[in-house]
């Protein structure tokens, strides 16, 4: 009752997939905070407001993106509108970085986090250090740069360097809110498929 696992880790380090089996398997909800900056990222773009910009705030004050978290995968709701399939376009993968370096953006993605009812597991940058350092169990998944581009090249249109050099260069955007919890157990992904990784979590929280 009341239980939170954190899954943080790098860009395309697999924390979607493998928090939404961990979830599964533990028959609770999966949160994905990545989304929500995603999504605080296209209210940008779409008021074509200059990267970044701190009055994208207005724009989220007059209409919130709402986080549903499920375990099979986690929607966001614009008023009627389900922004979900545009979230990872391109121009959001490049232009998430600047809003997510904006304190007052993430302490509006803190405050939609911490109003949701545990239990659940939470993945993003800094789940298990910033926003729920009491969770019972902190994971942080790691992987050589090549082996997230191959992953992440499935789902999106540029070639594999194009696709490595744009996540190494948003994980050193990121650097700031991407430390691993001195608490976490880090898991190395690189040779582990989603669900070796998932049983081994699942093992470590049941123990
Ligand atoms: O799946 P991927 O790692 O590519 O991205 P994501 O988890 O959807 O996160 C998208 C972006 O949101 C990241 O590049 C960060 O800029 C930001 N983010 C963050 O700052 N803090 C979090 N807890 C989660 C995401």
Redesign the pocket.
Known sequence: LGVIITI?G????G??TVASGVARALGVPYV????L??AVTLCGLEAELPGGDLRVLDCLQAQPPRLQPHAEGNRVQLGERDLTEDLHATRV?EG??AY?ALPQV?AWVDEQLRALPAPFVA?????GTN?FPQAQAKFYLTAHPRVRAERRSAERPEDLDAIEAALVE?DT??AA?SLPAADALVIDTGELTAQEVIDRIVAEVRS
């Open positions: 943080d790098v860009a395309a380090s924390k979607s994905s905070s990545g989304l900056y995603r993968d998430v970085s997510a993430r993945e993003g940058r800094d789940m926003v948003r955007r990121d809110q």
